[in-house]
C-alpha cells in the first residue's frame, strides 16, 4: 500500500474504517499535516477535522465536512458495533466536540465517494480539491483517499508544487 502512495503524485491517503491514517504520502503531509509526526492514535481524519483546531479551521465548509465524517463513523459504528477502538473514539469525540455531539444525534449516516473540498492552506491559499475515495480490492475495510484538480488550474499548480517538495 506504500508503494502505492509513493507512486501517486497527488496527495493521497489510506484509511481505516474508523477513518484512521493508516499510510500516506509526502503530498499528502504537505497539504493536510505531518502524519508522521502525529502519534499514531491522533491519525484520525475525523479527530482531526473536528478536534484539531489548527487542521479544522482550514475547512471553510467545516460543517459539512463534519457531518460526513460522523456519518462515516455511524456507518462504522453499525458495522462494527464491539470495535473498542472505534467506540472509545465516539466517546472522545463527543465528549471533545459539540459539532460532533450534534450531528451524531441526528443519527444520519452517510458515505461520500466523491467530490470537492475547500481548503484554506496556510503556504498555497484557498483551494478546491476534487476528491475520490475508493476500497482497495484485496481489503474493502481500507479506503484510497486521492486529491486531484482540474488540468492548467491554479489548484493543479499548486498540487504539482506540493508533489515536488
Same mark, same amino acid.
Given at each position: 500500500m506504500?508503494?502505492?502512495l509513493d507512486?501517486?503524485?497527488?496527495?493521497?491517503?489510506a484509511m481505516g474504517h474508523r477513518m484512521d491514517v493508516v499510510a500516506?504520502?509526502?503530498?499528502?503531509?504537505?497539504?493536510?499535516?505531518?502524519?508522521?509526526?502525529?502519534?499514531?492514535?491522533s491519525r484520525n481524519m475525523c479527530r482531526l477535522h473536528l478536534v484539531d483546531e489548527t487542521?479544522?479551521?482550514?475547512? &471553510? *465548509?467545516?460543517?459539512?465536512?463534519?457531518?460526513? @465524517?460522523v456519518g462515516t463513523l455511524r456507518i +462504522?459504528?453499525?458495522r462494527f458495533p464491539e470495535d473498542p477502538l472505534l467506540v472509545e473514539l465516539?466517546?472522545?469525540?463527543?465528549?471533545?466536540?459539540?459539532?460532533?455531539?450534534?450531528?451524531?444525534?441526528?443519527?444520519?449516516?452517510?458515505?461520500?465517494a466523491y467530490g470537492v473540498k475547500r481548503i484554506d492552506h496556510p503556504e498555497l491559499g484557498p483551494l478546491a480539491l476534487g476528491y475520490e475515495i475508493t476500497a482497495f480490492p484485496r481489503d &474493502? *475495510?481500507?479506503?484510497?483517499?486521492?486529491?486531484? @484538480?482540474?488540468?492548467?488550474?491554479?489548484? +493543479?499548480?499548486?498540487?504539482?508544487a506540493l508533489a515536488e517538495r
Open positions: 506504500q508503494h502505492l507512486w501517486i503524485a497527488a496527495p493521497a491517503l500516506w504520502n509526502r503530498p499528502a503531509c504537505a497539504l493536510i499535516t505531518d502524519f508522521a509526526r502525529l502519534p499514531p492514535r487542521i479544522g479551521s482550514r475547512y &471553510p *465548509e467545516r460543517d459539512a465536512i463534519a457531518r460526513e @465524517a +462504522a459504528a453499525g465516539i466517546d472522545e469525540l463527543n465528549a471533545a466536540s459539540p459539532e460532533f455531539r450534534r450531528h451524531w444525534m441526528a443519527h444520519a449516516v452517510r458515505t461520500k &474493502p *475495510e481500507l479506503s484510497l483517499l486521492v486529491y486531484t @484538480a482540474p488540468p492548467d488550474t491554479p489548484e +493543479a499548480k499548486a498540487l504539482h
